[in-house]
């Protein structure tokens, strides 16, 4: 076969140089590094313990909000919010009055470095666990949108779904040996792994991006029997892409935290409702952790927009958000997006986030807590900011001084394509 | 001998019921969670690994300012700065217009948890490795100030000169049968925790706080050979207290980040010299890491304090140093004293904190930056706040609920106290 594309190429501003290996990223939707710790700790992932002694293991800051989109489309394009437009599921777009989903390709603002990676005639292979985000990050990489670039791209929510036309492959069931899982499940995530391995197998890809879903961390904490099991599989998983060779990079979009009140029940600010009492009516709360998926989090999350009534004074409401027990910073558009990264015409008037323990909701007749009553563990805020930055080869010098600093975890693809010493 | 006393205390309003066993607190200053990581995956803390395994690991969240007299006050009291009064080793008292330390105990301004288990019958021994510390610490607890309560309190830096009198013991280095070691080195920190093993030993104390010293951890990163080294000497003196049959918590006071450019020098934000520059004399910056050890940090931390020239309209100079690249929070005196549960009477008008890889500092003369020339490694924001929290027994459930929300690493006695399994 041929062997991996080596031609440099440059996207959003950042030039990657590939090595004539497979690389491979993979993205551990919800995995703070106390889940690694856990699993590490009892000897249930000894590839990536050999990871972390022979390639590099830290830290790196994802971007806020600490959401899934908001950090998959980071590490596709290598850039900010600011520069790919998404912040979140779930927007009030003001242009239209309306609240809408951000789960349409539309709104990325960026070129993925999958579809750069393709047209420079690496074998790219992207696959996710949900269906929405699959349709995120194909954007430029395969379908009708794309002719000519031929790239893969499945999820494995939908994986038997999967065609030529739209996906780049069919029959994946097939090609991965196992049938389509249930979405609410750890085999969602590691049929996502198993399909990686696969393709590389079947030299169907050479460099890929396997990015899988929460559902074990928002249930589960991390010493629980089945937060262990799950990591043994992605740890035996990991330890075939190694096998074949591939330069690895391991990350996450968020961290994970228990949000509950120590006698159980979610910690919940019911921000629209404490607003309105407080002020008067017309205030729109967006929690942009909304999706369809709400048996992971019952839409609370540590992150909330506020859009005020006009004319919209928001320094006196500000201050008085400040004030809540639990919230942990507030500001105002013009702020968050300089100081958080994010684009400002997709915000409110003012940004909130939210203690280790504590979510935003917006009034209790809006969430459905039936969904989280066996526990609620979420994301969103600066808690779960920090996440786990690992590499399967010893890095250059001036990468080893760049993962000292301030990483990001939308460096990773830098990293594993410019930044190890092969 | 005695079994260790179980009468109940309560102080600073929280109720301790210790055990029949010997109790351990080890804080483990500037570990950072990725130094232990670093170390395990290494194989190199195997007493650690069976504690994290058989009781207890998680993060806690330490106090902010995340320097060391702060944490260890907590620590020492169980109590948040606003309750203890000390917001680090340096301020500026506007009271008598003077910029002092605070490193004399007459600024404590609650009772320990030492002096409170010492009067209920424990035998308490304090060990840590600076002296400075060292009297913080010892307040009530022994010395001419609290006659008949009977404790120990040392430090390895002044090993030699301790004092039945004035320390509770003499002849320390026979009693641990070594010498004084020398304050910038690991060895100061494994002094300390040797110390505690033959003071335990010895049957010279059941209750015992064993403070280290950060020197490695602003010298050296994780995976670093030396630090790897450390870490391996805290593990062997960690399993010669459990074989004793202490229950033993870990934490630390704070963590430790790289503070640099990429390409070496320290990342300096010179707060009092910017501005001044921007709005004229008169603005005093005080840098609450400032102590006599300028070897470890050179006085730059992520954390400083501005006092304003009068009248000092805080509105502004806020808006401003809120926008300086690097710098991720600043707060008001009342705003500072309400979410960082900060004493007000010890402030300034300004608090200001900055990024992961970014330090605060006064003007570039006021520091001597040959004594990190090497590197910088330092501490004082929110991206040190989380910290290793461990115990070496299982949760009780109801602690085992606390250990998931948001723990703090000054609940740590209670947690080795009252919420172990025994």
């Known amino acids: ?74 590490i596709a394009t290598g850039a900010p919010p600011a520069v790919h437009g998404i912040v979140g599921n779930y927007f009030y777009d003001a242009a239209s009055g309306q609240e809408v989903m951000m789960n349409s390709p ?62 780049g492959i069919e029959d994946l069931e097939r090609v991965v040996g196992l049938p389509t899982p249930p979405i609410y499940s750890g085999a969602a995530s590691l049929y996502v792994l198993e399909a990686g391995v696969a393709l590389l197998a079947r030299q169907r890809a050479d460099f890929l991006y396997l990015s899988t879903t929460d559902f074990i961390q928002h ?69 942009p952790i909304t999706d369809p998926y709400v048996a992971h989090h019952g839409a609370l999350g540590s992150f909330a927009v506020v859009h005020l009534p006009p004319p919209g004074a928001a320094a006196p409401v500000r201050q008085w958000v400040s004030e809540l027990a639990g919230v942990t910073e507030v500001y105002d558009r013009s702020t968050a997006a300089r100081k958080l990264e994010l684009p400002e015409d997709r915000l409110g008037d003012l940004v909130v986030l939210a203690g280790r323990d504590v979510v935003l909701g917006r009034t209790p007749e809006w969430h459905d807590l039936a969904a989280v009553a066996g526990g609620l563990r979420s994301h969103g805020g600066r808690y779960e900011e920090m996440v786990p930055f690992l590499l399967s080869e010893p890095l250059r010098p001036a990468y080893a001084a760049r993962a000292a600093g301030d990483p990001r975890n939308f460096d990773i693809f830098d990293f594993v394509l410019n930044g190890t010493a092969l």
């Open 1 to 74: 076969m041929t062997p991996p594309a080596t031609t440099p190429f440059v996207v959003n501003g950042r030039r990657y140089a590939p090595p004539a290996r497979p690389a491979v990223v993979i993205c551990l939707d919800g995995s703070s590094d106390e889940y690694l710790d856990a699993a590490l700790d009892r000897g249930r992932m000894p590839h990536l313990q050999r990871m972390a002694r022979d390639g590099y293991r830290g830290l790196a800051r994802s971007a806020l909000p600490s959401f899934t989109n908001v950090n998959n489309a980071s």
């Open 106 to 167: 539309t709104f990325l603002r960026a070129e993925t470095i999958f579809a750069a990676a393709a047209r420079s005639g690496r074998r790219v292979a992207v696959v996710s666990a949900k269906e929405k985000l699959r349709k995120l990050l194909a954007q430029g990489l395969v379908g009708p949108e794309a002719p000519g670039v031929g790239g893969i791209a499945v999820s494995s929510e939908k994986a038997h779904e999967a065609l030529v036309a739209t996906h």
């Open 219 to 287: 249930k589960f904490a991390p010493e629980a029997v089945e937060a262990l099991e799950f990591y043994g599989g992605i740890d035996a998983a990991l330890g075939r892409l190694l096998a074949q060779g591939a330069v690895v990079g391991l990350t996450a979009d968020h961290g994970m935290n228990a949000k509950q009140h120590p006698g159980g029940g979610p910690n919940v600010i019911y921000l629209e409702s404490a607003l309105t009492q407080q002020f008067g009516p017309g205030f729109r709360v967006i929690l």
